[in-house]
């Protein structure tokens, strides 16, 4: 994976696990086996297509620096080299279902709300394979006001739709590492840290 392509990859891993959720439902799986796609295109660019797409739009509308995570110090390569700490990034996306009928889009959304809730809100980090580490993903508890706000940006009426984040995603510097002073000693003890006797 390149250091630039987290944003894709956690998009295609948030909707591949989506679809496969959807797959194993049995009301939803003539759906989605017939025809239904889950889509990273926009709601408005899925009901317009020729022919209109159906089923489920997973699209990240925004991306923003993680503020908790920012100041990371710079990552040691080596002994006398460092990197720059990976670009840490909140993903926000709308997820909204798109059918013929609401009873429909109120079921696949359903199905949408149980797949990413409680403890199961977890993706891979596609950044870090090698360490196992995973990626929050939550609910999102946008007021009318900002949910209009996305929707008027698309030009398209209010949907039913709800908005998830998924935090922290990396992006890593693209950079080669810089020399550096030299680590000559580690020291973890308190006492040495601050010198004490």
Do not use: C
Request: net charge negative; glycine share 4%.
């Amino acid at each position: 994976m390149s250091e630039y392509s987290a944003l894709r990859e956690v998009s295609l891993a948030l909707r591949d696990r989506l679809q496969q959720e959807l797959l194993a439902d049995p009301q939803l799986h003539p759906l989605f086996t017939a025809g239904h796609v889950v889509s990273l295109r926009n709601p408005k660019e899925m009901r317009s297509g020729q022919p209109p797409e159906l089923g489920l739009s997973v699209w990240l509308y925004a991306a923003e620096r993680n503020e908790f995570t920012y100041n990371r110090a710079a990552e040691r390569v080596d002994e006398t080299h460092t990197r720059p700490a990976p670009l840490p990034l909140n993903l926000h996306y709308l997820i909204a279902p798109i059918a013929d009928k609401p009873d429909i889009e109120q079921l696949i959304l359903g199905k949408v709300l149980q797949a990413l809730h409680g403890r199961a809100t977890m993706l891979a980090d596609p950044a870090r394979p090698e360490r196992g580490e995973d990626l929050r993903v939550s609910l999102e508890n946008l007021d009318l006001e900002s949910s209009t706000r996305i929707w008027s940006a698309l030009d398209e009426p209010y949907r039913l739709s709800v908005s998830y984040l998924v935090q922290a995603v990396d992006i890593r510097p693209g950079e080669d590492p810089v020399a550096t002073s030299p680590v000559l000693e580690r020291r973890s003890e308190y006492a040495q840290i601050v010198g004490a006797p």
